[in-house]
């Protein structure tokens, strides 16, 4: 399978994007789609995660209630709404595509099978 994001960009603390990732492939064998970032220095950190069977919604605690993500499963694309943006956003963030269940989704980026190239966020004023 094949993943391409976008939408990421330069923006100010407090402003929003929307993120999209583009899946293509073997996309009725997905089980989960994550964004994951990684900041300069850091880890990688999952932040938001959907499982395609049930269409259940997971969030790290840093992201809760800012973030959002959907997916058209028609266009094969999967969304993250990003609010409230903070300086501590800013990271590259990457979505992946995991074939085989796992629980939780948001945290096992060792499980999943598929990545973007990643975009780049970054939040300054």
């Known amino acids: 399978g094949q993943l391409v994001e976008s939408g990421g960009g330069l923006v100010q603390p407090g402003d929003s994007l929307k993120l999209s990732c583009a899946t293509s492939g073997f996309t009725l064998h997905y089980y989960a789609i994550g964004w994951f970032r990684q900041a300069p220095g850091k880890e990688r950190e999952g932040v938001s995660c959907?499982?395609?069977?049930?269409?259940?919604?997971y969030y790290s605690d840093s992201v809760k209630g800012r973030f959002t993500i959907s997916r058209d499963s028609a266009k094969k694309m999967v969304y993250l709404q990003v609010n409230s943006l903070k300086p501590e956003d800013t990271a590259v963030y990457y979505c992946a595509a995991a074939v085989r269940p796992l629980y939780p989704c948001v945290d096992k980026d060792y499980e999943y099978d598929y990545w973007g190239q990643g975009t780049q966020v970054t939040v300054s004023s």
């Open positions: 959907v499982v395609i069977p049930d269409n259940n919604t």
